[in-house]
């Protein structure tokens, strides 16, 4: 598993709580590796109540 994936498992479970910082920082590293679909899906999912 690399970097990225260890950090999003790190940050999985405050994101699971609904914690905004979490889903903040997993939105800002996804864009910072240039996965900006996925930053953009977790961000409206989290503002949904879905992530």
Do not use: N
């Not at 970097?3 to 905004?20: D, E, H």
């Not at 920082?25 to 949904?48: C, D, N, S």
């Amino acid at each position: 598993m690399g970097r990225t994936g260890k950090a999003s498992q790190v940050l999985a479970p405050y994101v699971a709580t609904g914690w905004w910082k979490a889903a903040e920082t997993v939105v800002e590293l996804l864009e910072a590796w240039g996965r900006f679909e996925e930053a953009i899906a977790q961000a409206w999912a989290h503002l949904e109540g879905d992530g």
